[in-house]
């Protein structure tokens, strides 16, 4: 049972350790610093306990938290400059558990190669073989019963590359539509089936994938019900709910800054919490550095024109913000397949419900596919060329000191053909990209206007050169910062995703997934349309959005090198303020964050305890 607390309480307490940000990382921190008995951690998270919501739990409930307040934050970017000035959404969840608790409960892993990038770029001590443990003591592998390996493949899974005992349960859905069936031997058809187990951070291919849910409910696992939940009852952990951090608050003229507390509102309240030993701000990528910004430190002249008083001057807050950018293909699935919009009838959502609960299978329990494809495997597929030497190098347009650097380790990926230049996955459904500002309707087309049943590739850019910012636009913290991706802004992330689509098309008309398709995937969604090199660049910047893995905006290493925070996520120019969850990130990943935040804030526990002793 939860210890309540109120906020006159929480404000009274003295904790040794404030975390800002009950999410994915946060509530990571708090489980493992209150292991000890003896070490008080005080959360403050701005949703609610959403723990035992069907709509959390149930994995094909998803996109219905979406765009809605009591579940997510609901962000937009600015119009994008070299998109058409399309407006994208970002879901981002408002609740214990965080974006943990609304994604799509993808368990993919970043490549080796990315994880040492990050060494490469001054963070002493960052490598895969330092994180890999930490992949593992999060995760808990079930294995799956016979039905699974029955219907599909799994032979590729090597047991010793994952977790036995950790809070994040992972397994194979108990439930496959033809199109999962179809994906993995589709793609060997191609010559890209999976060299394999992907979780070693060297295999790419396609490959029946892996999602957070509990292997004997079908039900999702996240930080909330992982990390928080089984220990709510310990004495020294209080999670104060329903409450907005709006600034961190520091002694007066100490060099570095001393964090000594957090200023929050609860109902239009104010208090402020106090921190002995440290505050750590698990925010996420948009909100971490708006929070940074609100306490003082960033760019010195864009804090003094909002009238934030300057304690710290660092241009690198808020820059650096890259994101993993998404195109659908959509088309018109064969007669007779199940899909998100089956789900329409009356009949067959309750039959649909009615399996899930008393079973837990059927579609709300089913999931989808992940492929990661190398930039040289597509242009092969298509028989291209190599790639353009102008495109090589075009020179980028970030801010921020230190970018031929992480350019160049970019490019070193994308030319490699053993590294995963896309990700390519499908949904069971329509799309419309025509939504990318509302996240709730791009993946549920209006039945009046889309009435069948239809099927969407996506393809992801995987590691981008564009880069982009976050910062705050006003001194009052209810104001959500300007964000800007600058998507499409480098002109070889247009040339990759063009080529990338024209790849989906053919993956789409390979059998045996094109059997499930209409006239052998011949046949679009309203909206699609037959791609080829004329038109496929008006089509990228037409109808991209984003898979929603924003990082970068508080970076990881020298602050001469672009850096907000050292290797040990301590913010330059404090001596107790850490930033720890995605926004530290200092170069994009392959593949979806939740794996790598989960990692990243169990390595950053053993920091601050190893810190503190």
Request: net charge negative.
């Amino acid at each position: 049972m939860a210890i309540k607390i109120d906020p006159a309480s929480f404000a009274a307490t003295l904790f040794d350790y404030l975390v800002v940000g009950g999410g994915t990382a946060g509530l990571t921190l708090a489980a493992r610093l209150t292991e000890d008995a003896d070490i008080t951690v005080g959360v403050i998270e701005a949703g609610l306990d959403r723990t035992d919501d069907p709509k959390v739990l149930t994995p094909g409930f998803t996109p219905t938290m979406w765009d809605d307040p009591d579940y997510d934050w609901i962000f937009n970017t600015v119009p994008q400059t070299h998109g058409n000035d399309r407006v994208v959404n970002h879901p981002r969840g408002k609740q214990l558990g965080g974006s943990s608790a609304i994604n799509f409960n993808y368990w993919t892993h970043a490549s080796q190669q990315d994880i040492d990038d990050w060494g490469q770029l001054g963070n002493i001590g960052w490598s895969w073989e330092d994180l890999f443990p930490y992949f593992l003591k999060s995760e808990k592998y079930d294995t799956p019963p016979a039905s699974v390996s029955a219907q599909v493949d799994i032979t590729f899974i090597e047991p010793n590359l994952h977790g036995e005992s950790g809070p994040v349960q992972d397994s194979f859905p108990p439930s496959f539509d033809n199109f999962y069936k179809a994906w993995e031997p589709t793609y060997k058809n191609l010559g890209l089936g999976p060299t394999g187990d992907p979780k070693g951070g060297i295999a790419i291919g396609a490959y029946s994938t892996l999602l957070t849910i509990d292997g004997k409910y079908a039900s999702r696992s996240y930080a909330g019900n992982a990390y928080y939940k089984p220990n709510v009852g310990r004495p020294n952990l209080k999670v104060l709910t329903g409450a907005f951090a709006t600034k961190v608050i520091f002694s007066a003229s100490e060099t570095p800054l001393i964090a000594t507390g957090v200023t929050f509102t609860v109902s239009g309240d104010t208090y402020n919490a106090s921190a002995r030993r440290e505050v750590i701000i698990c925010a996420g990528a948009f909100q971490a550095p708006h929070l940074l910004e609100l306490s003082g430190i960033g760019n010195a002249s864009l804090l003094k024109s909002k009238g934030v008083p300057v304690l710290y001057d660092n241009h690198n807050v808020g820059e650096n913000l890259q994101d993993h950018i998404l195109l659908p293909l959509a088309f018109e699935a064969a007669p007779g397949e199940v899909t998100f919009e089956s789900l329409r009838n009356d009949t067959f959502f309750s039959n649909a419900l009615a399996e899930y609960t008393a079973n837990h299978t059927g579609p709300l329990a089913a999931g989808s596919c992940n492929a990661y494809v190398s930039f040289s495997q597509i242009l092969a597929a298509l028989n291209k060329g190599p790639m353009p030497q102008s495109l090589l190098h075009a020179p980028t347009r970030s801010r921020i000191p230190g970018q031929p650097k992480k350019d160049a380790l970019i490019l070193q990926k994308l030319l490699d053909p053993k590294e995963a230049g896309l990700q390519e996955v499908y949904l069971p459904a329509g799309t419309t990209p025509e939504h990318a500002d509302n996240a709730s309707l791009l993946f549920s087309p209006d039945p009046v206007l889309y009435p069948g049943n239809y099927f969407s590739m996506l393809t992801v850019l995987e590691h981008p050169l564009s880069r982009g910012s976050v910062h705050i636009v006003s001194a009052d913290p209810t104001v959500y910062p300007a964000i800007d991706p600058n998507y499409l802004s480098h002109p070889l992330d247009v040339f990759v995703l063009s080529q990338a689509m024209l790849h989906l098309q053919q993956v789409a008309r390979t059998a045996p997934l094109s059997t499930h398709l209409k006239e052998g995937g011949h046949v679009f969604q309203p909206g699609f349309y037959e791609l080829n090199e004329q038109n496929v660049e008006a089509f990228v910047r037409n109808s991209f959005s984003s898979e929603y893995h924003p990082m970068g905006t508080c970076a990881m290493g020298p602050r001469e090198e672009g850096g907000v925070v050292s290797e040990r996520m301590v913010v330059h120019g404090t001596s107790n303020l850490r930033v720890v969850d995605a926004s530290v990130f200092p170069l994009q990943v392959r593949g979806n964050l939740a794996s790598l935040v989960y990692a990243v804030a169990e390595r950053a526990a053993d920091f601050v305890k190893v810190d503190r002793a």
